[in-house]
């Protein structure tokens, strides 16, 4: 982590499942190196600068109500990470996909609602 863990302004939690896999992991674990690096360097500068700066500069775009994605790219690799708030500054990656249309695919976002209610109805 590039700061201090008191100065952030939005913390990202990934989902995991009750067998303990996590979609976001088993996708994460597939990236080359450099693509891995650079999303982990952006999450981090989205945790220190907060949403409202991270939208600004185009780091996240809200998908509709409730699902927001973290916009990566390195190279011609468009890497992609759906998320959703949680509470207060706790937002949960759902799952992450490498983008390769001009628009979000639908199946990813009503993945990652899939996702966001089956984490509503476990134990939060």
Not at 31 to 43: S, V
Not at 55 to 80: A, C, G, H, P, T
Request: a positive charge; charged letters at 30%.
């Amino acid at each position: 982590m590039l700061h201090c863990e008191s100065k952030r302004k939005v913390s990202f939690e990934i989902y995991i499942n009750n067998d303990g896999s996590s979609p976001f992991e088993d996708w994460y674990k597939s990236l080359p190196a450099k693509d891995a690096h650079k999303l982990d360097a952006l999450i981090d500068r989205i945790e220190y600068y907060g949403i409202p700066t991270a939208l600004r500069m185009q780091w996240v775009k809200k998908l509709d109500n409730d699902i927001w994605e973290i916009r990566s790219q390195q190279s011609n690799n468009i890497q992609r990470v759906c998320y959703f708030h949680f509470d207060g500054i706790q937002y949960i990656i759902t799952h992450g996909f490498t983008k390769k249309t001009q628009k979000t695919p639908r199946i990813e976002i009503e993945r990652a609602h899939r996702i966001k209610n089956q984490y509503e109805r476990e134990e939060h």
